[in-house]
């Protein structure tokens, strides 16, 4: 190799982005041990070391890849650099954030809280806290379960009867778009307890996206596809089931993915009613005791959550409907 080409040849083992997420964590750590906090009243921001120190090690590692090709390869790494910007922008949306709150006091406490205090309530409530997250979890599943397996059974119901279609699909569309939480007082009042009323309600606003996406996927089929079918003798169950079905199920997982956001929203409002126990009723008592760091990482925490779910649905729709990826827009 010619001495010109030594200088490219290490330039391009560097990642210019990684390199400056990395810096960009190394001074958020020293802007946060270096600037002394700043008294607020009654209100002593603990952990600022912890979360000082907890920049620094994230730039020490970020240097590594950014410096070394190598460590850069694989998977893991390609998805590294896509998070390049990402890596960068984070630092300085915490920068401000601890600037503004915890070293000038711009934003007053107890109202606006800074990063470390995060910590605070991870190290400090984090069993009430998970506690809470596991409840949640636990009713999301039984109210999105039910409304998404009814829903389904509904809409391919109406899609392929003309009997349904005709008395079914009228109450559908003038009961469906009625918001879930707008029944709040009577689903708790007719049904059982509480618990039972949140899963109704959850399972409702489930329920009419999933039925409507159903129903619009068989009623689409090309009715060539029952015409090959029936001339190789397949029966009435047959037709829907290995026939109607999966050529719907790319608007199924449509339904499925707006009943995941409809559900999560009126999970919170019936945990806020009624529930003893979940983030909605942790947010209810965060903001009755004034912890606004609380209520801070319990809506990172629902963020979170939510992300990871659909995340989740996003793969199992990936491995489902893998046969379709020619013909579907994935």
Same mark, same amino acid.
């Given at each position: 190799?010619?001495?010109?080409?030594?200088?490219?040849?290490?330039?391009?083992?560097?990642?210019?982005?990684?390199?400056?997420?990395?810096?960009?964590?190394?001074?958020?750590?020293?802007?946060?041990?270096?600037?002394?906090?700043?008294?607020?009243?009654?209100?002593?921001?603990?952990?600022?070391?912890?979360?000082?120190?907890?920049?620094?090690?994230?730039?020490?590692?970020?240097?590594?890849?950014?410096?070394?090709?190598?460590?850069?390869?694989?998977?893991?790494?390609?998805?590294?650099?896509?998070?390049?910007?990402?890596?960068?922008?984070?630092?300085?949306?915490?920068?401000?954030?601890?600037?503004?709150?915890?070293?000038?006091?711009?934003?007053?406490?107890?109202?606006?809280?800074?990063?470390?205090?995060?910590?605070?309530?991870?190290?400090?409530?984090?069993?009430?806290?998970?506690?809470?997250?596991?409840?949640?979890?636990?009713?999301? %599943?039984?109210?999105?379960? !039910?409304?998404? =397996?009814?829903? $389904?059974?509904?809409?391919?119901?109406?899609? +392929? /009867?003309? &009997? #349904?279609?005709?008395?079914?699909?009228?109450?559908?569309?003038?009961?469906?778009?009625?918001?879930?939480?707008?029944?709040?007082?009577?689903?708790?009042?007719?049904?059982?307890?509480?618990? %039972?009323?949140?899963?109704? !309600?959850?399972? =409702?606003?489930? $329920?009419?996206?999933?039925?409507?996406?159903? +129903? /619009?996927? &068989? #009623?689409?089929?090309?009715?060539?596809?029952?015409?090959?079918?029936?001339?190789?003798?397949?029966?009435?169950?047959?037709?829907?089931?290995?026939?109607?079905?999966?050529?719907?199920?790319?608007?199924?997982?449509?339904? !499925?993915?707006?009943?995941?956001?409809?559900?999560?929203?009126?999970?919170?409002?019936?945990?806020?009613?009624?529930?003893?126990?979940?983030?909605?009723?942790?947010?209810?008592?965060?903001?009755?005791?004034?912890?606004?760091?609380?209520?801070?990482?319990?809506?990172?925490?629902?963020?979170?959550?939510?992300?990871?779910?659909?995340?989740?649905?996003?793969?199992?729709?990936?491995?489902?409907?893998?046969?379709?990826?020619?013909?579907?827009?994935?």
């Amino acid at each position: 190799m010619p001495p010109s080409a030594i200088p490219i040849a290490r330039a391009a083992r560097l990642w210019p982005r990684g390199l400056l997420a990395a810096l960009a964590w190394l001074g958020l750590g020293v802007l946060t041990l270096a600037w002394p906090d700043k008294p607020a009243g009654f209100s002593d921001w603990t952990f600022t070391t912890e979360f000082g120190l907890a920049a620094l090690v994230v730039g020490a590692l970020l240097l590594v890849p950014a410096l070394v090709r190598r460590a850069r390869g694989g998977r893991a790494g390609a998805r590294l650099v896509h998070a390049g910007a990402w890596l960068v922008a984070l630092p300085g949306l915490l920068a401000l954030w601890e600037v503004f709150t915890a070293k000038l006091g711009l934003l007053p406490p107890p109202f606006f809280a800074p990063p470390q205090s995060l910590i605070d309530v991870a190290v400090e409530d984090w069993p009430r806290l998970g506690l809470s997250t596991a409840h949640s979890v636990r009713l999301l %599943a039984h109210g999105f379960v !039910l409304g998404a =397996l009814v829903g $389904f059974i509904t809409g391919v119901w109406i899609g +392929w /009867s003309r &009997v #349904a279609g005709y008395w079914v699909h009228p109450v559908l569309r003038f009961l469906g778009p009625v918001p879930a939480s707008a029944l709040l007082p009577l689903a708790f009042f007719f049904a059982p307890s509480s618990y %039972a009323a949140a899963v109704f !309600l959850i399972g =409702l606003a489930t $329920f009419f996206p999933v039925a409507v996406l159903s +129903w /619009s996927g &068989v #009623a689409a089929v090309n009715r060539q596809y029952y015409d090959v079918a029936r001339t190789l003798g397949a029966g009435e169950w047959f037709l829907v089931l290995r026939v109607a079905v999966p050529a719907a199920l790319p608007q199924v997982f449509v339904g !499925l993915f707006m009943g995941l956001g409809a559900s999560f929203s009126v999970l919170v409002t019936a945990e806020m009613m009624g529930v003893k126990a979940g983030l909605g009723w942790y947010l209810q008592w965060a903001q009755g005791w004034a912890a606004y760091a609380n209520m801070y990482a319990a809506l990172i925490v629902m963020a979170v959550l939510c992300s990871g779910l659909i995340t989740l649905l996003f793969t199992v729709r990936d491995r489902v409907l893998s046969w379709q990826k020619g013909t579907v827009k994935w």
